[in-house]
């Protein structure tokens, strides 16, 4: 089977504009989560999809938004980027929620604004 | 913050040599996970124990789960250069709203 493929693998931005980044899980798996990881404040929840519903949301201003597609494949986009916004932002798939079996993670997107 | 805390932060070993990472946690869990990724990119799971389990292995991996005292262990036996990682803890807690809370991670260094 194929694993998680994140699109695409870096990207540079600037400051005020918005991004969308693309996560497709493996085959059969109906939950992707996104987290966002940082050298200050480690890795961070943003949220959960599971057939297409939002299970779950961290703790993260409304730029932050996301969205799953009928064949499980994710888009997360972030508006009015901000230079604290640079990370690498990783989605993790799995069979059931995350939290029950564990997930398998993409390679991430890395995101620099300047 | 419920955030899981990894002891220590970073790990020194030889190859060949045993490496033990401690992890603790705030609150009652359903279980408790193990991520390894290298440098900068995804993480890969290792391992799961539940909340009624207080060891499991898996090849060179061996877990151990306390809840009296909120902490789990990984110990990695015979390491080998290529065991050179940052390994994170994960907790599923219970009444979470279901996802799961990562510590910061236990930088581990194999040198051959």
């Known amino acids: 089977k194929a694993g998680v493929t994140q699109t695409p693998r870096y990207l540079i931005k600037t400051r005020g504009q918005q991004v969308t980044l693309s996560c497709s899980p493996i085959s059969g798996h109906r939950s992707v989560s996104w987290y966002q990881q940082t050298p200050g404040q480690g890795l961070q929840f943003l949220f959960e999809?599971?057939?297409?519903?939002?299970?779950n949301k961290g703790n993260f201003p409304g730029r932050f938004s996301g969205r799953q597609f009928s064949n499980s494949r994710s888009e997360m986009n972030v508006s009015t980027l901000e230079l604290g916004d640079s990370a690498l932002y990783l989605c993790?798939?799995?069979?059931?929620?995350?939290?029950?079996?564990?997930?398998?993670f993409g390679p991430g997107t890395r995101l620099t604004v300047l | 913050s419920q955030q899981g805390e990894e002891d220590p932060q970073a790990l020194s070993i030889q190859e060949g040599e045993n490496a033990t990472m401690n992890c603790s946690y705030k609150t009652s869990i359903n279980n408790l996970q193990w991520y390894r990724q290298n440098s900068g990119r995804g993480l890969v799971h290792l391992i799961l124990i539940r909340s009624n389990e207080r060891e499991k292995h898996s090849g060179r991996l061996r877990v151990t789960l306390d809840t009296s005292k909120k902490s789990s262990s990984l110990l990695i036996t015979a390491s080998r250069a290529a065991d050179t990682a940052s390994y994170f803890c994960a907790t599923d807690y219970r009444g979470s709203q279901g996802n799961l809370i990562f510590g910061k991670g236990t930088k581990l260094s194999v040198k051959p």
């Open positions: 999809y599971f057939s297409e519903t939002q299970r």
């Open positions: 993790a798939s799995s069979l059931e929620l995350a939290t029950a079996r564990g997930a398998f």
